[in-house]
């Protein structure tokens, strides 16, 4: 095989737009022109007809089934992806085939070498993530069907955690295909090391950074009920919501419901807001990996969540931040939180610790090369 293999990257929505997927698809596919070489990127683009009935079956299912059904997650589509891919690969040749989960190739007609990454499998989120049980009896079945069927045409299956790992080697036949390695941050670039001494310079007042679209599933309660506990404890403490727009009123704390990555001003506010938290602080209580997580390390910025789901493939307990057990209360974060901020030889350690650790674990180009390394392996090549 060639030194650099030509690679085409599938994905069921448009990568280019930073909104799929947290923008992981769009952050993955810059690294891997950086770092792998020819990349060819393919996605579904649907037709008219197409975006309609994709778009009234789940309300259908809702009105009349009281149900929760996921288009993306069915047999009919993930056919319909399929033909569509084996259409489109036919245009050139190449070596090795990347998708963003297992449901775009489950029915492709195809002898190129895939490799799968994925945050988690089908199975893990029904009972682990909220409303997921509610989902269409039908699409639970076949959820299971099209992943086994995805990891059963794969070479390499990669998964950030362990935890996800575990799962898929448990409930899927996959043995000998699976590997943990981390998503990298899904930043346009690396800031040097003076963000880690203004941030150090700078510490009047505590910000608290909460970022996420799921104010409830990421633990906003448990946010409130710390930064109160922390404001009456006489810290200075300040706290910024972004991503959701929760109903909240209350000194210290500032909501920036939308930031826009697609946007010149949208990156801009999003560098100004990692340069000056100190903390970023979400106690998810189910997550599959945080990629929020991987962004503050880069900035050498500390996070304070919990030890669930795939969390502890992206903060290391005491070397990037802190992991709490799920039963943690506000009372608890508040004491990590105020006892590292207030020791200061313990908070730069932290946040020296925090860069090193993306530097070695989360950067794009060690994850491709690693990446690399595992598909030779597998293959043989």
Known sequence: ??????????????????????????????????????????????????????????????????????YMKSIFFSKLLGKYFSKKLLEKEYDILFCNGSFPIAYLETDIPIIIFSDSSFGLLLDYYPNRSHYFKKLLQS???????????????????????NYALCNYVCEGKVEVLPL??????????????????????????????????????????TFKTLKQRGMKVQLIISGCKPNISCDGVTILPFINKNSDAGLKQFDELFKKSHFMFVPSRSECFGMVFCEA???????????????????????NGYLLPISATGNDYADVIQGCFFDETKYKALCKSSRKWFDHKLDHKTIITSMMQLYYTKSGS
Not at 7 to 19: I, Q, S
Not at 152 to 162: E, H, V, Y
Not at 187 to 210: A, G, H, M, Q, T
Request: hydrophobic share 40%; charged share 25%.
């Open 143 to 165: 959820g299971r069907i099209i992943e086994q069927r995805g990891y059963d045409k794969a070479s390499l299956i990669l998964f950030p955690s362990q935890w996800a790992a």
């Open 297 to 319: 390390s880069a900035y050498g910025m500390p996070v304070i969540s919990t030890d669930t789901g795939g969390v502890p493939g992206a903060v290391e307990n005491g070397i």
């Open 1 to 70: 095989m060639k030194e650099r293999p030509s690679l085409a990257f599938l994905c069921p929505e448009n990568p280019f737009n930073k909104k799929t997927a947290s923008g992981t698809p769009y952050y993955m596919i810059k690294a891997l022109q950086k770092y792998w070489g020819e990349v060819q990127v393919y996605y579904f683009v649907k037709n008219r007809l197409q975006y309609k009935i994709l778009r009234i079956i789940p309300h259908i299912a809702k009105i009349f089934l009281k149900k929760d059904f996921d």
């Open 184 to 225: 990298g941050a899904n930043i346009e670039s690396i800031p040097d090391d003076s963000v880690i001494d203004y941030r150090l310079k700078n510490r009047d007042v505590c910000n608290l950074l909460f970022l996420g679209v799921d104010w409830e599933r990421k633990g906003g309660n448990i946010v409130m009920e």
